[in-house]
């Protein structure tokens, strides 16, 4: 089946520093890749889509200029959380879809491990 | 747009206990719905999928849902839970383009 991998699991920084976190489709290419953040104890939120060759979306409330997204290849994602504060610390994961069907609607994700950012 | 809603936050059962956790959505189009099962500290991993077809669904690990479009529902269930099946687990619906997510219910298998 389709993987996706993320790159750092897991990563521990000082406040106002940057942080690039990797996702990856390994063996499939991805135009898309969508971005979500979790808090503890609660569910998924959709932060953006990433489109390969041209600029991201992002969700209402998400800033676009602390979150760093940059889709340059088919199989590779970045977000860079610029200027991270504690209140960044959170779980990370991203996700690749795997189209069916000829309409193209309605995609099944393949989501990356997780990265999991603490800012001291 | 899509929604989906979990009508359950937690779930604590006792072991070898039969399980259902309730999942209900909306949307204006016809929708794709999973479960994922998310264990501390890792990503999410599927369980089951409906796309089409047989409104019964079977997954991994003994899981299974039921689509049911009159009552807008796709409810998980498992006949008999074990201490392992302790986690969070997650309804989705994926309409066009993107995939929306219940706000998760945490089930406690007890010994």
């Known amino acids: 089946g389709a993987v996706v991998s993320q790159h750092p699991s897991w990563v521990i920084c000082k406040s106002g520093t940057s942080v690039k976190i990797e996702c990856r489709s390994l063996?499939?290419?991805?135009?898309?890749m969508f971005w979500y953040r979790q808090f503890p104890k609660q569910s998924l939120m959709l932060m953006a889509t990433?489109?390969?060759?041209?600029?991201?979306?992002?969700e209402q409330g998400v800033e676009k200029d602390k979150f760093l997204i940059n889709h340059a290849s088919l199989t590779l994602s970045t977000l860079t959380v610029t200027s991270a504060h504690p209140e960044d610390s959170s779980f990370y994961i991203c996700?690749?879809?795997?189209?069916?069907?000829?309409?193209?609607?309605?995609?099944?994700?393949?989501f990356g491990p997780g990265t999991r950012l603490t800012v001291l | 747009a899509q929604s989906v809603t979990q009508l359950d936050s937690q779930v604590p059962v006792f072991e070898e206990a039969p399980v259902e956790l309730r999942c209900n959505y909306s949307?204006?189009?016809?929708?794709?719905l999973f479960w994922y099962v998310q264990y501390p500290n890792q990503g999410l991993q599927l369980l089951l999928k409906?796309?089409?077809?047989?409104?019964l669904v079977k997954g991994i690990n003994g899981f299974e849902a039921e689509f049911n479009k009159s009552q807008t529902s796709f409810h998980l269930r498992k006949p008999s839970v074990h201490i392992s099946d302790t986690a969070e687990y997650f309804c989705?619906?994926?309409?066009?383009?993107?995939?929306?997510f219940g706000a998760g219910t945490r089930l406690t298998v007890k010994p």
């Open positions: 996700s690749a879809p795997g189209g069916f069907g000829t309409s193209g609607r309605g995609y099944e994700q393949f």
């Open positions: 063996d499939f290419q991805a135009t898309t």
């Open positions: 990433s489109n390969e060759g041209s600029k991201a979306t992002y």
């Open positions: 949307s204006s189009v016809s929708v794709y």
């Open positions: 409906y796309l089409s077809g047989s409104t």
């Open positions: 989705a619906v994926s309409g066009v383009d993107d995939m929306r």
